[in-house]
């Protein structure tokens, strides 16, 4: 069987792009497609080691091999990007990865009651015995950015080496806690899992099981959702753009898009909605759909001329975000790094493009390629403007009818949407109508990955930019 140019061993389709192989099968794959499609995220659980991947033409592919004997091939030994994904794997259901490039611990900190406590028979730990992880250099509570993330390094010359990042301290026991959940009672918590994704997390979960049940929606609630997309897309953009100018010292700037940002949610409390659009997406749709007209015209009229001052400000602190945090072009596409950091090093790829009723003639073209944080603030306020086309556009012709693709309902989905920071993806197993199984790829996962190299040659007075400029949020990982 083939998907795209990639040729599969013959295995059992269980989903819409979903199969399942043998252990010689999954081997085979990993070792001849290497270099023919992206690895975007890796899970696994007592039964099976699922590999997403990203074909020719953005078709994804789910492959899964069986976990025998609480064991299965590592993907990471092909696909380095997988590594946070087996790590998480072990703590969580206990599953080892033949020939891991890490088996270190991601979210199990020593202090856990239970070792694997997500498999069948999870073991209790005794106070005190757990392997902690080693102390960082720099504690979680103390790094710049919104969320959880420890950075240990060794300091030599004055700059950081061997550079290492931990996630731990941000666990919540999320993935646990949707299990058995209906998909309305899962909604809430979805909707809360990361600040960085209000709308994107929500909308590809959503998505995932409308595909799962074969389900439609109006025209006009899927502009709703493309609209709300832009708005939180606008409202990270100038977040993570303050953010950059505050470390930067560039204090003007930072005033200016706090402004902006805080304008902007005005807006979205006037118009009916939530400041950061917390529960804005829904599993049946919204009443407000009409009031999304005057929503987009308010925004447009009060942000567009905020933005071209905040551009012409932001030339004056350009220097200050050369070589910081540089991300090589070739790292961007051998993690399949995406959103703002991936388009910034030339690898433009936007999940955009293959939503139902997507406005094309709005979109950008090649974003840059420098790589480093002035690449991705500028790479930001041309999205921002790009947003305000797109909502232009939407508005122009609402509801606008598109080709549907009837789908066969399988109780399993798979779905998308391109957020403020890359592309977020849920994975949803259905039983009975409740949640048997939910997987969740945030577009931070590839990052942690190469994150380390990224860092490493700079002073640790520059760590704090760097962190910023790369809008990291570890909620989305730390599940």
């Known amino acids: 069987m083939t998907e795209g140019s990639v040729v599969l061993p013959e295995g059992e389709r269980v989903g819409l792009f979903h199969y399942r192989v043998t252990a010689e099968g999954w081997l085979h794959l990993l070792q001849q497609n290497v270099r023919l499609m992206s690895l975007l995220g890796f899970w696994a659980d007592e039964e099976w080691a699922t590999a997403l991947f990203l074909l020719q033409g953005e078709q994804p592919l789910l492959l899964s091999t069986a976990v025998v004997q609480g064991r299965y091939q590592a ?141 439609q929606i109006d025209p006009r609630e899927r502009d709703r959702r493309l609209i709300l997309l832009e708005v939180e897309r606008l409202g990270l953009h100038l977040f993570d753009l303050a953010q950059t100018a505050h470390q930067a010292g560039a204090g003007l700037m930072a005033s200016l898009c706090d402004h902006a940002r805080e304008h902007l949610a005005g807006l979205c409390t006037a118009h009916g909605l939530s400041r950061r659009l917390t529960d804005s997406i829904r599993l049946e749709g919204s009443s407000g759909v009409d009031a999304m007209i005057p929503f987009v015209q308010a925004v447009v009229q009060g942000v567009a001329p905020r933005l071209e001052q905040i551009r012409q400000l932001a030339r004056l602190s350009d220097g200050r975000l050369k070589t910081i945090a540089t991300v090589p072009t070739e790292l961007a596409w051998d993690y399949a790094l995406g959103g703002v950091i991936g388009r910034a090093s030339g690898r433009y790829l936007d999940m955009r493009y293959m939503d139902e009723g997507v406005r094309t003639r709005a979109m950008g073209g090649a974003g840059r390629h420098e790589g480093d944080a002035w690449a991705r603030s500028r790479q930001r306020l041309a999205e921002s403007q790009e947003a305000l086309k797109i909502m232009e556009c939407i508005v122009a012709d609402y509801g606008a009818e598109s080709e549907r693709q009837a789908m066969p309902r399988t109780d399993e989905g798979l779905g998308v949407a391109e957020g403020a920071r890359g592309d977020v993806w849920y994975h949803v197993v259905l039983k009975e109508g409740r949640l048997a199984s939910v997987q969740i790829r945030d577009p931070l996962v590839p990052l942690l990955a190469v994150l380390g190299s990224v860092l490493e040659g700079h002073e640790p007075e520059q760590l704090g930019l760097a962190l910023v400029s790369l809008g990291l949020s570890p909620a989305g990982v730390a599940l």
């Open 75 to 215: 993907a990471s030994q092909y696909f380095p990007a997988a590594q946070w994904g087996e790590r998480m794997a072990r703590d969580l259901w206990g599953v080892e990865a033949w020939s891991a490039l890490d088996d270190s611990p991601a979210l199990d900190d020593g202090s856990w009651s239970l070792a694997a406590p997500l498999s069948a028979r999870p073991l209790p730990v005794s106070e005190g015995t757990g392997q902690p992880l080693p102390r960082c250099r720099i504690a979680p509570f103390r790094t710049a950015i919104p969320g959880l993330l420890g950075v240990d390094y060794v300091l030599a010359d004055g700059v950081m080496q061997q550079v290492e990042v931990q996630i731990a301290a941000g666990h919540r026991g999320v993935l646990s806690r949707l299990v058995g959940l209906t998909p309305q009672e899962a909604m809430p918590l979805v909707a809360r899992i990361s600040a960085g994704g209000f709308v994107a997390h929500p909308l590809a979960f959503v998505r995932a099981l409308e595909q799962a049940e074969n389900r």
